[in-house]
DNA sequence: AAAGAGGAATCGG
DNA sequence: CCGATTCCTCTTT
């Protein structure tokens, strides 16, 4: 099991809201790293000597990877359990970074004396995990701060711009409605709070919130200091001119919104794709989201398919959007592709 | 039932 | 003013 290998499993990782939440914010990576160490054993164990890996593995909730943090989220661990049994499935059978050791050591010896070498490796794999984990949570960041119109430094929000926030974060993690909880603050004040004043908000998901803010508050600090080249579009000192600029909370247009979704597959294929990009022409698969997303950039809670599609057709007589030549549900065509 | 077309009133920057 | 939103009726798939 190599770094690498460990890397193809980050998009299950992201499937799991849980553990996205535990990448990185600040104590939780030592959660994680201790689940990963967990399943570098179980997969050394299961090459040397064909032990099956620790039931711990499969039973989720004795690996503490939640730590004291996010009580109301064992609900979820459970849920998420299949996702674990995959993910050690997929580790034990490709391991071959530890043939070497493997060679000059019996399997007894591996616990024993090569501690120390099996520690070191251990230790490489997990910095350069832990390094990719937090440069694709990163660019999810980065996704959002695009789709929201919004800076990556919660600290020059504004209450409009902690309202977008808060809006998204609900969706992304599918929490009640607590925005409202959070009304006239900006970010300054938000990134003022304790983990407990956030809690006092929202008793329920204050935590979760406070949590997530923090994912944003890291990021901006792993730019700051690390030079992140994620935004190497604008200089590494983004002052708040230099944050205006790049976010500027300019009125966006629907067909530009959709050309941006349309930009990330990666994020948001399940919900609209090109059929042929050349022609411009795409689907959108997933109405109700498309819509949602369109109504947090615009802070229209109420948005719907019915009132964007009414959008779209605006653009009909003006030339932006048409339909195909052969009309398909839920199929549009932009007149100039780019 | 959901999507599509388009009229009409209204909103908000 | 203009683009978008909201609400609406009627048609199509």
């Not at 000597?49 to 039931?55: A, D, Q, S």
């Not at 616990?111 to 949570?137: A, F, H, P, W, Y």
Request: glycine share 4%.
């Amino acid at each position: 099991m190599n770094a690498f290998q460990l890397l193809s499993l980050y998009p299950r990782i992201t499937c799991v809201p849980t553990l996205y939440f535990s990448v990185l914010s600040n104590f939780l990576v030592i959660n994680l790293r201790s689940l990963l160490r967990t399943m570098i054993k179980a997969a050394w164990l299961d090459e040397t000597e064909g032990i099956k890996p620790p039931p711990t593995l499969v039973g989720l909730p004795e690996v503490s990877w939640f730590g004291p943090y996010i009580p109301c989220y064992n609900r979820l661990a459970v849920e998420e359990k299949p996702w674990v049994v995959e993910v050690t499935g997929a580790t034990a059978p490709a391991a071959p970074t530890s043939r070497t050791l493997e060679e000059s050591l019996t399997p007894n010896q591996v616990q024993d004396s090569s501690s120390k070498v099996e520690i070191q490796v251990e230790e490489r794999c997990l910095e350069q995990v832990q390094t990719m984990v937090v440069g694709e949570v990163l660019k999810d960041v980065d996704t959002a701060c695009k789709l929201l119109n919004i800076s990556p430094d919660p600290l020059t929000w504004s209450c409009v711009h902690v309202q977008k926030w808060l809006l998204w974060t609900e969706h992304l993690y599918k929490l009640p409605q607590v925005s409202t909880m959070f009304k006239e603050l900006t970010g300054k004040d938000l990134c003022s709070m304790t983990e407990a004043d956030f809690r006092q908000q929202s008793f329920q998901f204050g935590d979760v919130l406070y949590a997530h803010l923090d994912i944003w508050r890291s990021g901006k600090n792993k730019e700051d200091t690390g030079k992140s080249n994620l935004h190497h579009l604008h200089s590494v000192d983004d002052s708040w001119s230099d944050v205006m600029c790049n976010y500027p909370s300019q009125p966006i247009h629907l067909w530009q919104f959709l050309q941006e979704l349309l930009l990330k597959p990666h994020n948001y294929s399940c919900c609209i794709r090109w059929l042929n990009k050349e022609k411009g022409i795409f689907k959108i698969e997933d109405s109700a989201r498309v819509a949602r997303l369109w109504g947090i950039r615009k802070n229209r809670p109420a948005m719907n398919y019915d009132k964007l599609s009414r959008s779209i057709r605006q653009y009909y007589k003006k030339g932006i959007i048409r339909k195909p030549e052969v009309s398909r549900r839920l199929v549009y065509q932009f007149v100039n592709p780019v």
